[in-house]
């Protein structure tokens, strides 16, 4: 039998239930990544993310070789040309099955039943993506939970009484095969920052688990501290599995943490998070279409001051804290997780512009850019999404910044102007700029922040209002 492994967001050998069950289940194995570099656009993926899928691809092609497996790049434009693109090869191959991990886009979706419908071998799909089944947890009447506590509960029951199932590398399945040359086109940016591979990702693990996995709760938050794991952009295209995340806490601890006072389990709750978006994911279509998670809120009147939109995609905001992280995102395609919550609160609810528009920003610019966590994340902050949390949550830019960034660490890394303002006035500088008569040095405050959120506040108040009528 010869067994065909399609790899899409799940570039490991490991824990890889796809390629696990083709190499068990044939005599010889093969694989291919399809390419849709037009989708890619249209999708509005990052340049940095498409380097580091370059590196990762390489990385899988030389790992796939020592198991024998060749490896092969097909390209075509848009996911509509795959069905076809994909049947030629395996007509000339002379495939008997194809396996492959589920993908969850809508777009994803699609794309797999039509390859589904026009292939006459068995095509094997098989959950690489979550520790959980997509639509495995649900409410007792069968529906997907909309609010996060009581799916993670439901979760964390399901984790306890199942348990999870992590797959080793698999035997080879021939000699060693020459890795393919991986070269994809369009724009691309340096990522060499992030090592590709899943060598380089579970060093990045272990180190975490070893070093920053107990303190996390305390220092995850600061974004001038290396207190988080980012391991994000490997999560991101499967270069490393949730599965392995709960393996590696396992290991450090020696159990795996359930309640919100063991230590661990600050990170855990993160995996859920994880999860929990990507469920959503599957079980809202609409997510994958621009479409806020509750329906009511498109009816918001969100600013369309394009001027604004581009102060704050530039840093230019003249809130420190908010120009620090834009401009570290533009520098280096990655955002504290922080930070991500306090710019995106800033867009929406100071500057009243539609989060489907930051949204999108995030996604050009992160490496780790992925469509469930990102629109999840966007969709919380703005008030749209999934959350018990009431519409009138905003956070404050400067008292954040005074929490997170106390010593303005990270504010000086990123608005070099501020360099010589004292760490008392840094996180609102402008009346000691002002004394020394130095205005000119940075940017007034686009808006009053205590203004703006009432005007957020009155935004929803009045759709609660149309709502009741």
Known sequence: MRHLVWFRNDLRVADNPALHAAVNEGERVQAVYIDCPEQWREHGNSPIQRDFLEQSLQALSEQLAELGVAFDVLVCDRFDEVPNVLAAWIGEHDIDALYANRDIGINER???KAVQQTLTIPCRVYNGDCVMSHGSITTQSGDMYKVFTPYSKAWLSALKAQGYRLLSVPEAAGERCTPSV????????????WPAGEQAAHQILERFCAESLLDYGEQRDFPAAEGTSRLSPYLALGVLSPNQCLAAIESELGFLPFGKGEKGFVWLNEIIWREFYRHLLVAFPGLSMNRAFKPETEALQWSRDQKAFTAWCEGQTGYP?????????????????RLRMIVASFLTKDLHINWQRGEAWFMANLIDGELAANNGGWQWAAGTGADAAPYFRVFNPVTQSERFDPNGNFIRQWVPELAEVPGKHIH??????RQRRREQDYVPPMVDHGKARLHAIAMFDALKDEEES
Not at 186 to 193: E, F, I, P
Not at 321 to 337: K, Y
């Open 110 to 112: 699609r794309r797999d």
């Open 321 to 337: 804290i908010v120009d620090a992280a834009m401009r570290c995102l533009r520098e280096t395609g990655w955002m504290h997780n």
């Open 182 to 193: 991986v070269s994809l086109t369009g724009d691309k940016k340096d990522s060499s920052v």
């Open 428 to 433: 609102a500088p402008h009346h000691w700029l």
